[in-house]
């Protein structure tokens, strides 16, 4: 199977959002007041040339985030925690094209998350069927998302995604999952914590897997030292998630791929194992 990156920009967030400090509500204030940037992250999209058709993981972030309002000044991350930079032609269809693959031609759009730099290049795939799971579209919807940090007022109009429950059907270590191809090499398993509906997306290569894995965790060392992000709103529940893809990653030799790790280019071109 050919497997791409994409890059669609970059992203800064303060260093307690990789690995916060506190509990509840003050998690996410020690996370904002935190003086300290990341160096620029990549926002990172797969893409999945798989024989049943293309599947892409995440959509990254748009070239709109420069207009003034997009994202909510109103709102204390939007105003303190996060800074992005995208350029037009780093958005996920002109890349997509770029590697000879229409964006109408992608069959599968499977959404780790709704947070905005994973949502954003949602409007490049009015064809496509798209899967979300339904706690995460529950959590993003209407002005109950807009508190909790989402963009649900620019989804696209078209936007009704197919939403996925996680029948109890266990996949390894995880209690829930849902397969996507007919083939039966393309899993969805629930990895609730940096957001309480997210999901990674498990791809069988050969005799080795391939974990996307949203932000489940920043990157993967950040996984190996089960560090804590600074804006789960459920530290169990994260800490739990990240016990179960551990023993995952021991069952099965695993590429583990984060969204914002700048090794998970690499490690996806070199087939690079996780060893724990
Ligand atoms: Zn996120």
């Known amino acids: 199977m050919r497997i791409h990156a994409i890059q669609t920009g970059t992203v800064a967030v303060k260093e307690r959002q ?5 509990n509840g509500t003050l998690r996410l204030v020690n996370t904002m007041r935190d003086p300290v940037w990341t160096s620029p992250l990549p926002i990172y999209v797969w893409v999945i040339e798989h024989p049943e058709g293309v599947i892409v993981v995440d959509t990254g972030e748009t070239a709109r985030i420069a207009e003034p309002g997009y994202y909510p000044r109103w709102h204390p991350y939007y105003r303190l925690g996060v800074r992005a930079w995208v350029q037009p032609e780093e958005e996920v269809g002109p890349r997509l094209r770029a590697l000879g693959i229409s964006p109408d031609d992608v069959r599968w759009v499977v959404m780790t998350h709704l947070h905005t730099d994973h949502a954003g290049g949602l409007h490049h795939f009015p064809k496509s069927q798209i899967l979300v799971s339904r706690a995460e579209y529950q959590l993003a919807a209407g002005i109950r998302g807009q508190l909790g940090g989402y963009l649900p007022q620019h989804q696209p109009r078209w936007f009704a995604p197919k939403l996925i429950d996680f029948p109890s059907q266990a996949f390894g270590p995880f209690t829930g999952s849902y397969t996507l191809t007919k083939a039966g090499d ?5 990895t609730p914590g940096h957001s309480a509906g997210h999901l990674s997306v498990i791809v069988q290569e050969g005799a ?4 996307f ?3 489940t965790s920043y990157t993967q060392q950040l996984l190996l030292d089960q560090a804590t992000d600074g804006v789960t709103t459920n ?5 739990e998630t990240h016990r179960q893809v ?3 990653l021991r069952s099965m030799p695993t590429i583990y791929l984060p969204s914002h790790d700048p090794e998970s280019a690499r490690r996806l071109e070199a087939r690079e194992v996780a060893k724990l």
């Not at 080795?208 to 974990?211: D, E, I």
């Not at 530290?235 to 800490?239: D, E, F, N």
């Open 18 to 22: 990789l690995s916060g400090r506190g």
């Open 186 to 190: 393309v899993h969805l398993v629930p």
């Open 208 to 211: 080795h897997a391939l974990f």
């Open 213 to 215: 894995a949203g932000d």
């Open 235 to 239: 530290m169990a529940l994260y800490q």
């Open 246 to 248: 551990l023993r995952y």
